[in-house]
């Protein structure tokens, strides 16, 4: 029998038989009456035959589950990921979950709670699926070194090491860590090409490509947790540099010799401090304060030189944003929860802006404040033992005030409503159904003109840019069968008002703007399959595709197009297997090919990337140490880049020239020994 058939027969099978296999299989994670209620525990016995070294091998190895990082939005509310840390998110925006989840060894985790469509009490932080790590209360003591290599065909090793350290007990915690790589990113190649041919019989031209770029990477970071005033107090700083250096030599040898340099450079330094403070005011009333403090200086170079004409573009941005919450929850019931919360923000970006052509020099400053304030209030009511329901509205106010070149200040009012049911008619089917109405946020580089040497583009700044909202319904279903399997289907649709894009502006060129309403449209099904019942001993098949359709009007050619950067279809396949013994793990995985486009005043760039391939085995010869030795880009995929220049306005479709590159990147291997020290 196929897996096809396999999975079709799951999803007509019967609500009672599908419990009863539930109930009869060892690794079933929870009793039906907490399914039912929407959180589902995860015991350390449920990961045995893994044997995970951290909290990302567990959260990676959850039925149905997909780890989301979050958004890089300015403010706290509304960007946090679907992963909680004994129930709270991190005070954090510089790191993402999956460095955090890694720091955490697998030995001190309790349980992991998979929460499906929000639950009394639960904060769900804008998501629909959560998972909750539950750390132990007893001491725990850890100190873990991280050493782990790329090792490129051209014999470049690029290494990350990590040393981290952390004393648990119960409320009171202490933990810190130092990293530091140097590596290269899927920049660097050998054998690329660019071709570029003019419909008016001009001579094509054939380039050779190569690039070369290193990045360089140093962090320490660290946190205590102590009791204070009757309740907890959590602080955390971070200080990084990051650096990146490009080039990219562009060799003519057709229609005659000829040569083209291009460079970037990057230095980027970024802090970061937080606080948390968290207390019950009474059995059922918590109250937890935020503050938050980051600030960055960016400094960004691009240069390119061929015949006739020599460029230097130099950018400075200093970047700040200052948030300070209040949080206040409370329990009603046990079916009834309320919850009240106030945010104030300030953001700030400096930008120093200097392009240089040849002998003429041009420069921009602009400096971007923003002052916000948010108030949201939301309930989570259970209605009945099979039916949730969650009802708020966030309140956003903001001023923006542009002074430099231009000087500006706009003020913005946005009701944010959002409602989710969640209905579950069986012990193993869930229904979700959302409608949220969604809010983007101006991105304060869009006020900064920017060029792209390399394409040869600029980017305007359109200081009437407003945020795009949406209104957005979604509905899923999902099923779980076999204990850890697990199947769902999920439909959104969002009604789009200013759409940013790209737009045509006074003075010529374009900029990201608002063009318009527009639509998008997006359908995911996801499945878990554990291999147990197909024969293979602790194999797990994941699997995510996702079709993506939208629709504006163009701006230039006023006909019906896909949003800019819309990929329409996404897939993702993954299998792993743990071996009997528990000493080894292998894995394959692969995404599909994938492509965008982006529409200009005068050109269309489509970005086409062929199939990824990747494979891993893992060894742990000691539940202290674990070897991994991944391969990925087996098939050295191609990434190729189509543009269509005009001599004008697309809208008069006369074509000046058509640009055609091509980049091979070779495999590459990776190498990780992760060794807790105690």
Do not use: H
């Given at each position: 029998m196929s897996l096809a058939s396999v999975v079709f027969a799951l999803g007509l099978a019967a609500p009672e038989a599908q419990a009863a296999a539930t109930s009869t299989t060892p690794e079933t994670p929870a009793p039906a009456a907490e399914a039912a209620r929407g959180v589902i525990s995860y015991p350390p016995s449920f990961f045995a035959e893994q044997r995970p070294s951290t909290a990302l091998d567990m959260i990676n190895r959850l039925p149905g589950f997909r780890l989301?990082?979050?958004?890089?939005?300015?403010?706290?509310?509304?960007?946090?990921?679907?992963?909680?840390?004994?129930?709270?998110?991190?005070?954090?925006?510089?790191?993402?979950?999956?460095?955090?989840?890694?720091?955490?060894?697998?030995?001190?985790v309790e349980r992991v709670e998979l929460i499906r469509g929000g639950a009394p009490g639960i904060d769900m932080q804008g998501q629909t699926i959560l998972a909750n790590v539950v750390i132990k209360s007893t001491v725990q003591v850890e100190k873990v070194a991280n050493i782990q290599t790329y090792l490129y065909p051209d014999g470049l090793f690029g290494p990350l090491l990590e040393f981290q350290a952390s004393r648990r007990d119960g409320i009171n915690q202490i933990e810190g860590s130092l990293k530091a790589t140097v590596d290269r990113t899927d920049q660097t190649y050998d054998g690329g090409a660019r071709v570029t041919s003019f419909p008016d019989g001009r001579p094509t031209i054939k380039e050779a490509l190569k690039g070369y770029d290193q990045i360089q990477n140093y962090a320490a970071r660290g946190a205590i947790q102590r009791g204070v005033l009757g309740g907890k107090l959590r602080v955390n700083g971070k200080l990084e540099y990051f650096s990146y250096d490009r080039d990219v030599t562009y060799t003519q040898y057709e229609p005659g010799p000829g040569r083209q340099i291009s460079g970037e450079t990057d230095a980027d330094w970024t802090g970061e401090f937080g606080a948390r403070y968290d207390r019950r005011l009474s059995p059922r009333t918590d109250l937890q304060l935020v503050f938050l403090q980051n600030l960055g200086d960016d400094t960004y170079g691009s240069t390119l030189v061929k015949p006739g004409n020599d460029e230097d573009y130099r950018e400075r941005d200093k970047t700040g944003e200052s948030i300070l919450r209040a949080e206040l929850k409370q329990r009603r019931s046990d079916t009834l929860s309320l919850e009240g919360s106030v945010e104030g923000a300030y953001n700030v970006l400096d930008g120093d802006v200097r392009h240089r052509i040849n002998a003429d020099t041009t420069r921009t400053q602009t400096k971007v404040e923003e002052l916000r304030g948010e108030a949201a209030g939301k309930a989570v009511w259970r209605a009945t033992p099979k039916l949730t329901v969650e009802a708020g509205a966030r309140?956003?106010?903001?001023?923006?005030?542009?002074?430099?070149?231009?000087?500006?200040?706009?003020?913005?009012?946005?009701?944010?409503?959002?409602?989710?049911?969640?209905?579950?008619?069986?012990?193993?089917?869930?229904?979700?159904?959302?409608?949220?109405?969604?809010?983007?946020?101006?991105d304060f580089g869009d006020f900064i003109a920017s060029a792209d040497l390399t394409a040869g583009s600029q980017d305007g700044a359109d200081a009437n840019l407003e945020p795009q909202r949406s209104w957005v319904g979604e509905a899923a279903w999902e099923r779980r069968f076999w204990g850890a399997g697990s199947i769902s289907a999920t439909l959104t649709h969002s009604e789009i008002q200013d759409v940013v894009d790209y737009k045509p502006i006074v003075g010529g060129g374009d900029a990201p703007s608002n063009i318009g309403d527009g639509r998008s449209d997006q359908f995911v099904i996801a499945l878990t399959v554990p291999t147990q019942r197909l024969g293979i001993s602790g194999g797990q098949l994941k699997t995510r595709f996702s079709w993506f359709d939208s629709?504006?009007?163009?701006?230039?050619?006023?006909?019906?197009?896909?949003?800019?950067?819309?990929?329409?279809?996404?897939?993702?396949?993954?299998?792993?297997?743990?071996?009997?013994?528990?000493?080894?793990?292998?894995?394959?995985?692969?995404?599909?090919?994938?492509?965008y486009s982006r529409f200009r005043f005068n050109e269309v760039?489509?970005?086409?990337?062929?199939?990824?391939?990747?494979?891993?085995?893992?060894?742990?010869?000691?539940?202290?140490?674990?070897?991994?030795?991944?391969?990925?880009?087996?098939?050295?995929?191609?990434?190729?880049?189509?543009?269509?220049?005009?001599?004008?306005s697309r809208a008069d479709n006369v074509v000046d020239k058509n640009e055609y590159r091509s980049l091979p990147f070779e495999p590459y291997l990776f190498i990780q020994v992760r060794k807790r020290l105690g």
């Open positions: 989301d990082s979050g958004d890089s939005a300015r403010g706290f509310a509304g960007t946090a990921g679907n992963v909680l840390i004994n129930g709270e998110r991190p005070t954090t925006k510089s790191e993402n979950l999956q460095d955090i989840l890694t720091r955490i060894s697998a030995s001190a309140m956003e106010v903001s001023r923006i005030t542009q002074t430099g070149d231009t000087d500006l200040e706009r003020s913005f009012f946005y009701p944010k409503p959002r409602v989710v049911a969640t209905w579950n008619p069986t012990s193993v089917d869930q229904l979700r159904v959302r409608v949220e109405r969604e809010v983007g946020q101006l629709e504006v009007t163009d701006p230039v050619t006023f006909e019906k197009r896909r949003i800019t950067n819309a990929t329409p279809f996404v897939c993702n396949v993954s299998f792993t297997r743990d071996m009997p013994g528990g000493k080894w793990s292998w894995g394959v995985s692969t995404s599909c090919a994938n492509e760039r489509t970005q086409r990337a062929e199939q990824y391939f990747e494979g891993f085995v893992e060894w742990k010869p000691r539940p202290d140490l674990t070897v991994r030795t991944t391969l990925s880009n087996w098939t050295s995929r191609n990434v190729t880049r189509e543009r269509t220049i005009y001599k004008g």
